[in-house]
């Protein structure tokens, strides 16, 4: 009985390796690896608008392609002074109330050790507003934005006007 049953279990293995195609060698066969360059975003990088696009998705902030427009406007396409002095990249005052990495005022706005500091800040921005904005709709962050943010009553429209 031993006999017949590991006589046909061979068959069947014979059988299987000889009836093997294409498909099946490529089924078998080590899948290839692909290497993905990954961009390391930290402390040191050197500021980059794809460096801010990068980040901005590393740290999960909220409507990311709004927050985008808010930094080309609230800079002046990178080149304020705000910006080069304060790190800051989307003109935020020094808050009292939320937690914040900015290291206080200057000039009227918060300054930051490093652009990324900015970025990170507007993540604690959008925690402390977590109840009235995730799960947002785009149109709803832009009101959100008039309701909060902005100081002039035309942000908004600015802001979606700026083609990125």
């Not at 507003?129 to 429209?157: C, E, W």
Request: hydrophobic share 35%; proline share 3%; charged share 25%.
């Amino acid at each position: 009985m031993k006999y017949y049953i590991i006589s046909s279990v061979v068959c069947l293995v014979v059988s299987f390796v000889t009836n093997i195609n294409e498909s099946h060698v490529k089924f078998l066969s080590k899948p290839k690896v692909v290497k993905q360059k990954t961009t390391v975003i930290n402390d040191n990088t050197p500021f980059s608008p794809k460096a801010l696009k990068k980040a901005l998705e590393l740290y999960g902030i909220r409507n990311s392609d709004i927050v985008y427009r808010q930094a080309i406007l609230e800079t002046g396409n990178f080149k304020s002074n705000i910006f080069l002095e304060n790190n800051n990249l989307f003109g935020m005052k020094h808050p009292y109330i939320r937690r914040t990495t900015s290291l206080g005022r200057k000039r009227g706005h918060a300054k930051y050790s490093n652009w990324l500091d900015s970025v990170r800040d507007m993540k604690y921005f959008q925690e402390f507003y977590k109840p009235r904005i995730y799960g947002m709709h785009k149109g709803d962050y832009y009101s959100f934005l008039n309701d909060v943010y902005a100081t002039d009553q035309y942000y908004t429209i600015k802001l979606k006007q700026i083609d990125v």
